[in-house]
């Protein structure tokens, strides 16, 4: 969800609870896990009536879903994090060992109230630890937001929103530092590598425009080559052939508004990288992902949980995944898929062939088995200690 429309003490607190995290049940030596950030500082009632209330109660939960159909929280640690996404502001390594929790914004008194402000921080937590452990902070940009690990995992980038810039980290091993910042010019969003490592799209969303980034071993530039893609772009992913780019379009009021909204194809094995199609998917898609198989994506459309109920077009609380097709670099909107309140994150399992949604609303994430571009709700829910805002399973 977009910041635009929609302490130190504070700190202290928060490292101070992150030593008391309970394990539920001790982390594997090997499984397939997935990161959930809970947001407990924003709420809509039922009129979608958004309140800001005080911090305290936000949880980063670590998820094993070895066994698709019945996953379960290994552990839930406090932790600050934010529905103001796009709900990638989180990661995990290739080989499961770090887990990398950007918090976008702070949570700062606003006489009897709060508001949100521009946070800089960024956690670092070993997955390998029982319980998981908190083993460093990076300052980065102003409101780190949507990051990204690359296939090799030694390399992490992070578009500060607010610094319009992205942070570059080195990863090895444990040890995650701050190797360099590239100024973009405009505010940015989220970041999606290439699968060689040697690219990587950024959303431009206030442009409408999505930028490449050049890399060459730990050096990473602007490649000053912008493409005009659908209404505020949010979100990015690329396909596992590495081929092309799908960028989810959030439409002009960062929220459903009634209005048809698009994802854009960007042809990466042309040079320069263009865009070749636009594909309508629905009303405000945030969420996004591709499947480890390539073969299908989903756009996840919010749904009227945080609109008023009022509002002309608020026709069903619930939100839906738009199904799409991928054969080559044709990409086509085959089916729809309704979910709960308010979904925001969405990951696959590592295989394929199952889909996790979270529902920020509802409180919990829903549970979809994938069959090529079928895609159907198991009736199955986890339920969460907060309501998931962001969450992303294991880079690959």
């Given at each position: 969800?977009?910041l635009n429309r929609?302490?130190?003490?504070?700190?202290?607190?928060?490292?101070?609870?992150?030593?008391t995290?309970?394990a539920?049940?001790?982390?594997p030596?090997?499984?397939?896990l997935?990161?959930?950030?809970?947001d407990?500082?924003?709420?809509?009632?039922?009129?979608?009536?958004?309140?800001?209330?005080?911090?305290?109660k936000?949880?980063?939960s670590?998820?094993?879903?070895?066994d698709?159909?019945?996953?379960?929280?290994?552990?839930s640690?406090?932790?600050?994090?934010?529905?103001f996404?796009p709900?990638v502001?989180?990661a995990?390594?290739?080989?499961?060992?770090?887990?990398?929790?950007a918090n976008?914004?702070?949570?700062i008194p606003d006489?009897?109230?709060?508001?949100p402000?521009?946070?800089?921080k960024l956690?670092i937590?070993?997955l390998?630890?029982?319980?998981?452990?908190?083993?460093?902070?990076i300052?980065?940009?102003?409101?780190?937001?949507g990051?990204?690990i690359?296939?090799a995992?030694?390399?992490?980038?992070?578009?500060?929103?607010?610094?319009?810039?992205?942070?570059v980290?080195?990863?090895?091993?444990?040890?995650?530092?701050?190797?360099?910042?590239?100024a973009?010019?405009?505010?940015?969003?989220?970041v999606?590598?290439?699968?060689?490592?040697?690219?990587?799209?950024?959303t431009k969303?206030?442009?409408?425009?999505?930028?490449?980034?050049?890399?060459e071993?730990?050096?990473?530039?602007d490649?000053?080559?912008d493409?005009?893609?659908?209404?505020?772009?949010?979100?990015?992913?690329v396909?596992?052939?590495?081929k092309?780019?799908?960028?989810?379009?959030?439409g002009?009021?960062g929220?459903p508004d009634?209005?048809?909204?698009?994802?854009?194809i960007?042809d990466?094995?042309q040079?320069?990288p263009?865009?070749?199609d636009?594909v309508?998917?629905?009303?405000?898609?945030?969420g996004?992902?591709?499947s480890?198989k390539g073969?299908v994506?989903?756009?996840?459309?919010?749904g009227?949980?945080?609109?008023?109920?009022t509002a002309?077009?608020n026709?069903?609380r619930?939100?839906?995944?738009?199904?799409?097709?991928?054969?080559?670099k044709k990409?086509t909107?085959?089916?729809?898929?309704?979910?709960?309140g308010?979904p925001e994150?969405?990951?696959f399992?590592p295989?394929?062939?199952?889909?996790?949604?979270?529902?920020?609303?509802?409180?919990?994430v829903?549970?979809?088995?994938?069959?090529?571009t079928?895609?159907?709700?198991?009736g199955?829910k986890l339920?969460?200690?907060?309501?998931?805002?962001?969450?992303r399973?294991r880079a690959?």
């Amino acid at each position: 969800m977009m910041l635009n429309r929609r302490c130190a003490a504070h700190r202290v607190r928060v490292l101070l609870l992150l030593a008391t995290a309970v394990a539920v049940c001790p982390l594997p030596a090997l499984a397939d896990l997935m990161i959930i950030g809970n947001d407990e500082k924003v709420v809509f009632d039922a009129e979608g009536t958004r309140k800001f209330v005080a911090p305290g109660k936000d949880t980063i939960s670590i998820v094993d879903i070895t066994d698709r159909e019945a996953p379960k929280i290994l552990i839930s640690f406090p932790l600050m994090n934010s529905i103001f996404g796009p709900p990638v502001n989180l990661a995990i390594t290739p080989d499961e060992r770090l887990a990398i929790v950007a918090n976008s914004v702070d949570w700062i008194p606003d006489g009897a109230s709060w508001k949100p402000g521009p946070d800089t921080k960024l956690y670092i937590f070993n997955l390998k630890t029982n319980p998981v452990s908190h083993i460093g902070t990076i300052e980065v940009g102003k409101q780190p937001s949507g990051l990204a690990i690359n296939r090799a995992g030694d390399m992490a980038l992070v578009a500060n929103r607010a610094d319009k810039s992205i942070s570059v980290l080195s990863i090895q091993g444990n040890d995650v530092k701050l190797i360099d910042t590239v100024a973009m010019g405009d505010e940015v969003a989220s970041v999606a590598f290439t699968p060689d490592g040697k690219r990587a799209l950024v959303t431009k969303f206030p442009v409408h425009k999505i930028a490449v980034l050049s890399i060459e071993g730990r050096k990473v530039t602007d490649a000053k080559h912008d493409m005009p893609v659908g209404l505020w772009p949010y979100n990015i992913d690329v396909t596992p052939n590495g081929k092309i780019g799908i960028s989810a379009d959030n439409g002009a009021s960062g929220a459903p508004d009634g209005h048809v909204d698009t994802v854009s194809i960007i042809d990466l094995e042309q040079n320069p990288p263009r865009v070749i199609d636009r594909v309508v998917v629905g009303d405000a898609p945030e969420g996004f992902a591709i499947s480890p198989k390539g073969d299908v994506a989903v756009a996840v459309l919010l749904g009227g949980a945080s609109a008023p109920k009022t509002a002309w077009f608020n026709t069903k609380r619930n939100g839906s995944l738009a199904v799409l097709k991928i054969d080559g670099k044709k990409v086509t909107r085959v089916g729809e898929v309704e979910v709960g309140g308010l979904p925001e994150g969405v990951v696959f399992s590592p295989d394929g062939k199952y889909l996790y949604v979270g529902n920020y609303t509802d409180r919990d994430v829903s549970i979809l088995k994938v069959d090529g571009t079928k895609i159907t709700d198991t009736g199955k829910k986890l339920k969460l200690p907060g309501q998931p805002a962001s969450m992303r399973g294991r880079a690959q």
